[in-house]
């Protein structure tokens, strides 16, 4: 434990001199502290809950606010600290943007399961597949609430104002037992629907 | 480590020049604040001082609220230069309380005795107008020094620096504004303090924030 703080403490020292060296120019010094922290900033960016697959973006937006910050690092504080500050805000403004993005953009699976579009050759090839027994089958094996609202809502394309008097259910509750059963089939048909 | 990143250090190892290190915050506050007592001094040149030397002697609440209204602007620029900086903590941002709570209370106080003591000269809303008029005027200068220095380091927290800023900066403008307020605040001016401050903060928090914000990554991811 010592130890593995004594290698901090001196890694952190290495670090702050070569970011030193980075503020009068050294492009050497710099690429290399660049690369060295880059782990640190990809954990630090994931225990904020940033999903791996946004890591990547989100380790670049720090890389580029460290340049852009360079001449605010105080040699006489800590480099991790400051680093790890920017990493973290950075990592909660890329949720706050995500969060924002999927507000403003609305999911809504059954406007494309009710709207196909007529000129797609796919939706005859939906019907013929809706048709097909093992699609009967997979929808007669959903949970009864998915196999209702799949039923009124994709097979009877009853609108949801309809749906939720006939079954007596919350509008909200039918679209989150529709977006399940599509998942559930979308996964069983390996994403081949519609 | 992907190639993508590999390249974005690369081309960030390219465009490196050597920069010249800030100064720490608290000097950098007490650079803008030196601009204010500038400025102080120049509006003390065009004010009337024996006769505000007179009120602050009688009258203990004026005291009070300049004492306010001048630590909230300490206070604040302190704040503001040290959330610029990225490694500070938010927190920094609680700084101007106490000044704001002595500003608030002793501004209450002076409005009150104005309501309570007969013969008492409020201001007026002509008076009050006036008052508006300055707060926000001398705020533009202010406001764009704040901006400028700020800009040179990198808020993290680029809404809560402006707001904080503008802060400082409507509190160094309500501060100077005592150098041309001979007369209590009434009820009415009282309220146009208020919304000449709010103004002041809102229109910083809007535009100082959006000046703070680098664009760089948006336009390069």
């Known amino acids: ?194 | 480590m992907t190639a993508q990143i590999d390249r974005l250090i690369a081309d960030l190892g390219a465009d490196l020049r050597p920069v010249r290190r800030l100064s720490a915050p608290i000097l950098r506050a007490a650079g803008w604040l030196l601009l204010v007592a500038t400025l102080a001094i120049v509006l003390a040149y065009f004010a009337n001082l024996p006769a505000i030397a007179h009120r602050l002697r009688f009258v203990p609440d004026m005291w009070l609220a300049v004492l306010g209204s001048t630590l909230t602007t300490v206070l604040a620029a302190i704040a503001a230069f040290e959330l610029s900086f990225p490694d500070r903590k938010p927190v920094w941002a609680l700084l101007p309380l106490p000044g704001l709570a002595l500003w608030v209370a002793a501004t209450g106080m002076g409005c009150l005795r104005a309501w309570v003591i007969p013969d008492t000269h409020a201001a007026d809303m002509a008076e009050a107008t006036h008052c508006f008029r300055f707060i926000v005027l001398l705020s533009i200068p202010l406001s764009i020094a704040m901006i400028l220095m700020i800009r040179r380091a990198c808020p993290l927290r680029p809404n809560l620096t402006a707001a904080t800023g503008g802060l400082a900066v409507a509190a160094a403008a309500a501060t100077l504004l005592n150098f041309f307020h001979p007369y209590d605040a009434g009820a009415t001016d009282m309220v146009v303090h208020i919304l000449a401050i709010g103004l002041v903060i809102g229109a910083n928090r809007v535009l100082g924030g959006r000046l703070l914000t680098p664009k760089t990554f948006a336009r390069r991811l």
């Not at chain 1, 670049?60 to 920017?86: G, K, M, N």
């Not at chain 1, 209702?148 to 009853?158: D, R």
């Not at chain 1, 989150?176 to 390996?190: C, E, I």
């Open chain 1, 1 to 194: 434990m010592a130890a593995a703080s004594q290698r901090a403490a001196e890694l952190d020292g290495e670090w702050s001199a070569m970011m030193a060296a980075a503020q009068t120019g050294d492009r050497i010094a710099y690429e290399r502290l660049l690369r060295g922290c880059t782990p640190l900033i990809r954990r630090v960016v994931m225990r904020q809950g940033v999903y791996a697959d946004r890591a990547d973006d989100v380790v670049q937006e720090v890389l580029l606010t460290i340049h852009r910050a360079r001449q605010t690092y105080d040699p006489a504080r800590s480099f991790s600290a400051w680093l790890c500050a920017i990493a973290q805000r950075r990592a909660i403004d890329a949720l706050r943007r995500r969060g924002r993005q999927d507000r403003r953009e609305v999911f809504a699976p059954l406007d494309y399961e009710n709207h196909p579009d007529p000129s797609d050759a796919r939706q005859h090839g939906m019907t013929e597949s809706m048709q097909d027994a093992s699609m009967r089958g997979a929808i007669d094996e959903l949970p009864d609430g998915q196999r209702e609202a799949i039923e009124m809502l994709a097979l009877q394309q009853m609108s949801l104002d309809d749906a939720a008097i006939a079954t007596g259910k919350t509008k909200g509750a039918l679209k989150v037992n529709m977006h399940r059963a599509l998942k559930t089939l979308r996964a069983r048909f390996g994403g081949d629907l519609g």
